[in-house]
């Protein structure tokens, strides 16, 4: 069993057409076929399920997969670094974020990076926990940049917090209250509150907060990401709590108005996490260095 092999797979598994992966790996559907095929028969399992014209995978083509992708991409990382432990002016860096850190906390951050580092790639993927986790299982990304209140096996990942962002109620221009300039929770019990869905970490840690200071909502608006929530307070559908980080602009142009809180404080930190198994390359040690010292 080869690379290229394992690379026809995994393909193969994407698409689940035998014409189009042909297509995509530059080559003819005979040979997909065969290297398919030989795959199997070395394996002594079936990997794909012919049902008519579908194809699907099976249960050990579904297990398999993960190996496949761990093999390709730790190959792949492995070229990169050997060749950056010489020159950091070639290769990828690629890790993944989640929405708040990706969009708002970053920037700044891969900014000075390209600068000091101009031909490496940046590959930043900002998508939900479960993938981003999944993704660093199967290496398609060397680190990840997320809230702390995300669970995870710490027996396998190494975690730092380099940051602590702060939450903050926002409401709009309009509402009664936007001229105090101290609050307590329950002078919002008659509000909307507008939050992320249901499971998402922010949302847990906020209803725990709320379970400890003794307050309960009565309504909620659910909106996955945050520049929505924020539009959405905008226009007057309710109140929110948001990172503080990622509502100065509208706070500054007087779009949104804070309202700090007598009674309680929101706070959570940020990490960098990667596999306690990982060899990081030195583009990624290298941006680690950048974020604790921007947020040091």
């Not at 609050?183 to 909307?192: G, I, Q, R, Y």
């Not at 924020?230 to 100065?248: C, M, P, Y």
Request: hydrophobic letters at 40%; proline letters at 4%.
């Amino acid at each position: 069993m080869n690379i290229n092999k394992l690379q026809t797979f995994i393909t193969l598994s994407e698409c689940l057409n035998f014409t189009e992966a042909a297509e995509l790996l530059y080559c003819s559907q005979p040979s997909v076929s065969m290297q398919i095929q030989s795959i199997e028969d070395e394996l002594g399992v079936p990997l794909f399920d012919r049902i008519g014209k579908k194809l699907y995978l099976t249960k050990q083509g579904e297990h398999f997969k993960t190996y496949a992708e761990q093999i390709v991409n730790l190959l792949h990382s492995a070229k990169d670094h050997i060749r950056q432990l010489e020159d950091l002016s070639y290769g990828t860096l690629s890790f993944g974020a989640s929405n708040f850190v990706g969009v708002y906390l970053l920037p700044q951050v891969l900014r000075s990076f390209s600068k000091a580092f101009p031909n490496i790639n940046i590959n930043m993927n900002i998508t939900s926990s479960r993938h981003l986790i999944r993704m660093m299982e199967t290496n398609k990304v060397e680190l990840l940049v997320i809230s702390d209140r995300i669970a995870m096996d710490e027996a396998s990942f190494e975690k730092k917090v380099f940051y602590e962002d702060e939450l903050v109620l926002i409401v709009p221009p309009s509402h009664p209250l936007a001229g105090e300039r101290e609050c307590t929770l329950t002078d919002f019990a008659n509000d909307t509150f507008i939050m992320k869905p249901d499971k998402s970490a922010t949302r847990t840690y906020l209803e725990m907060k709320f379970q400890e200071y003794g307050f309960n909502p009565p309504k909620y608006m659910e909106i996955s990401n945050t520049e929505g929530i924020k539009q959405a307070v905008i226009h007057e559908l309710g109140v929110s709590l948001v990172s503080n980080f990622a509502v100065q602009q509208e706070l500054k142009s007087g779009l949104l108005v804070q309202i700090p809180l007598a009674d309680i404080r929101f706070h959570r930190g940020i990490s960098y996490i990667y596999h306690r198994s990982k060899h990081l390359s030195p583009a990624a040690k290298q941006f680690i260095s950048l974020l604790e010292q921007h947020f040091g």
